[in-house]
Nanobody
């Protein structure tokens, strides 16, 4: 699976962005998907994940209620709708796809054999 993340940019605090992660590969619909982020000088952290069917989602406490993860298996794409953005949301956002790594495991950073996208920069100005 190859992943291409897009949709990042510069936005003022309180604004919104929608990230997209387009996947290639015949069995995309079987993969659990996640969004992670890494701010300068910090470790990569979990943001949100969704299981292969879209029936289960997980969110980090820091973004719960502001971000929404969704997927469209027909389009091989996972989305991250980000609302009420804060300066502390500034980071490079990465998408990941895991066949054996569950969405729940992604939420606690127990990731193995996952594919990663190249990242997209999100900058929130105060």
């Amino acid at each position: 699976v190859q992943l291409q993340a897009s949709g990042g940019g510069l936005v003022q605090a309180g604004g919104s962005l929608r990230l997209s992660c387009a996947a290639s590969g015949r069995i995309y619909g079987s993969y659990n998907m996640g969004w992670f982020r890494q701010a300068p000088g910090k470790e990569r952290e979990f943001v949100a994940s969704i299981n292969w069917s879209g029936g289960s989602t997980y969110y980090s406490e820091s973004i719960k209620g502001r971000f929404t993860i969704s997927r469209d298996n027909a389009k091989n794409t996972v989305y991250l709708q980000m609302n009420i953005l804060k300066p502390e949301d500034t980071a490079v956002y990465y998408c990941a796809a895991g066949l054996r790594t569950t969405a729940q495991a992604m939420a606690v950073m127990k990731i193995s054999n996952a594919y990663w996208g190249q990242g997209t920069q999100v900058t929130v100005s105060s």
